[in-house]
């Protein structure tokens, strides 16, 4: 099956700081999907990103769908320390079901007050 | 509403023995899935369902079972436990349409231990 690596594998960030994370895949992905998991929780969605070079913002983070395909970035300006927790790029399977989605392995965030 | 509820929260299994882990959803949703989530890993599709009766494997079905007989329930039912089965199991549901995950709500997740 597809794999999308996620990098850096974590972060510990001061609070105020801006972070960046980016997913990589070796196949091309049509939708991109950017999720948050807090401690203990289900994750839930942040970004979705349809089309190539689209660049979409949700509050203080933006996402962008490379032109390539092949990957996404997710920013977040200005880290509070709510911002805390596993960030997970994921995509539905390219060729196959819409409902079938691969996760990467996640971005784990920590922000110091 | 009450979302998507899984039950039990925890549970602890020795290797061999079965269990099922409860999922319902009160939001008339049709897609429901199940993913497990291990330490330092993304979540992975166990199974999924498009709707009542209709169920299909996901990235690791060896191991489970699955059945849909309503909209509202997608138990997860091990059949003869194995330690390689201690996760963080997820249930999610949404809207079976196009952009699904535009829709999906994930449980609070069942902790299985497998001794």
């Known amino acids: 099956g597809q794999q999308l690596n996620q990098s850096p594998q974590s972060m510990f960030i001061q609070e105020g700081e801006d972070v960046s994370m980016n997913c990589t895949s070796s196949?091309?992905?049509?939708?991109w999907l950017w999720y948050k998991q807090d401690p203990g929780e289900g994750p839930v969605l942040l970004i979705a990103?349809?089309?190539?070079?689209e660049l979409t913002s949700n509050g203080r983070l933006t996402a962008q769908f490379g032109i390539t395909r092949k990957d996404s970035f997710l920013n977040i300006s200005a880290s509070i320390p709510s911002d805390v927790g596993i960030y997970f790029c994921?995509?539905?399977?390219?060729?196959?079901?819409?409902?079938?989605?691969?996760f990467g392995k996640g971005t784990l965030l920590t922000v110091n007050p | 509403n009450a979302g998507v509820t899984q039950t039990p929260k925890f549970q602890v299994l020795k290797t061999g023995q079965s269990m099922t882990l409860q999922c319902a959803q009160d939001?008339?949703?049709?897609?429901m899935s199940w993913y497990r989530q291990d330490p330092g890993m993304g979540l992975r599709l166990i199974h999924y369902?498009?709707?009542?009766?209709?169920?299909d494997q996901g990235e690791v079905p060896n191991g489970y079972n699955v059945s849909r007989s309503t909209t509202e329930d997608f138990p997860l039912r091990l059949l003869s436990a194995a330690p390689s089965q201690t996760s963080v199991y997820f249930c999610?549901?949404?809207?079976?349409?196009?952009?699904?995950?535009?829709?999906?709500?994930f449980g609070p997740g069942t902790r299985l231990l497998v001794l």
């Open positions: 999610a549901s949404s809207y079976a349409r196009d952009y699904a995950w535009v829709t999906q709500y």
């Open positions: 196949s091309i992905f049509n939708t």
């Open positions: 990103l349809y089309k190539a070079g």
């Open positions: 994921a995509g539905p399977e390219s060729g196959g079901s819409n409902y079938k989605l691969t």
């Open positions: 939001m008339n949703h049709e897609y």
């Open positions: 369902s498009v709707g009542a009766g209709i169920t």
